[in-house]
């Protein structure tokens, strides 16, 4: 069965804190893919990184940075010097690339309030 | 380039009344996924579209839902006898096709509501 888990439903932080977005997720797939997607205020989902399953090594992009880790299937995301701009849901998801089309299945989605 | 356009952006029915959300995809993506927004049930797949290939109908909730793709573009979901719990936003995404999984972009959604 595929699932991903994001414990954590709100997080609140101020302006310049470094925090870190815990996904968790389940496959039997051994090729398979990751994603975030951030959703602002106004509701559009904008995709953030994606990561297939045999590339293990981390990635930076600006404040951002992902965390993969295979051995505790783990796919954590962390902004650094936390913006106000940053407040959004992010969802963490995962796509099986056999059989299944490459359809998302999501996380519940952690809320990120950045206040100033 | 334009990305994925979703009309009408608002939708108020009534229960039992039948309603069409239209979706244009990315020109060029021959993939084409509906999902359901809800506060109860998050972000839940609902039907893909792969060029001609018959689509995978697996989340579809009930036989009151039906999609189409027309000319492998444009796309119709289409909710019947609308109930209640139907209430919710409805997001379109397009990607490219296979073999590999790439990344969807999304449309800004059809907030349904059903009184």
């Known amino acids: 069965a595929q699932k991903v888990t994001q414990a954590q439903t709100e997080i609140s932080v101020v302006e310049k804190e470094d925090v870190t977005l815990d996904c968790v997720y389940e496959?039997?797939?051994?090729?398979?893919?990751l994603f975030w997607y951030k959703q602002p205020p106004s509701g559009e989902l904008v995709f953030l990184i994606r990561?297939?399953?045999?590339?293990?090594q981390n990635e930076i992009s600006g404040r951002y940075s992902w965390n993969f880790q295979k051995s505790t299937s783990s796919f954590n995301f962390t902004i650094t010097a936390s913006q106000v701009v940053d407040s959004a849901v992010y969802f963490c998801?995962?796509?099986?690339?056999?059989?299944?089309?490459?359809?998302?299945?999501f996380g519940q989605g952690t809320e990120l309030s950045v206040k100033p | 380039g334009a990305g994925v356009s979703q009309s009408p952006s608002n939708k108020v029915t009534e229960k039992g009344k039948d309603v069409e959300l239209r979706c244009d995809p990315i020109?060029?993506?021959?993939?084409l996924y509906w999902y359901r927004q809800s506060l109860g049930q998050g972000l839940e797949f609902l039907i893909y579209?792969?060029?001609?290939?018959?689509?995978?109908k697996s989340g579809l909730p009930s036989d009151r839902f039906s999609a189409e793709r027309t000319g492998g573009s444009v796309s119709t979901l289409t909710i019947q006898r609308t109930q209640q719990e139907d209430s919710a936003v409805y997001l379109c995404?397009?990607?490219?096709?296979?073999?590999?999984?790439?990344?969807?972009?999304f449309g800004p959604g059809t907030r349904l509501t059903v009184l």
């Open positions: 995404a397009s990607s490219l096709g296979p073999p590999t999984v790439n990344e969807q972009f």
């Open positions: 496959t039997r797939d051994t090729t398979y893919y």
């Open positions: 020109s060029g993506h021959t993939a």
């Open positions: 579209f792969q060029g001609n290939s018959a689509p995978d």
């Open positions: 998801a995962l796509s099986e690339i056999y059989n299944q089309g490459g359809k998302l299945i």
């Open positions: 990561r297939n399953s045999f590339d293990e």
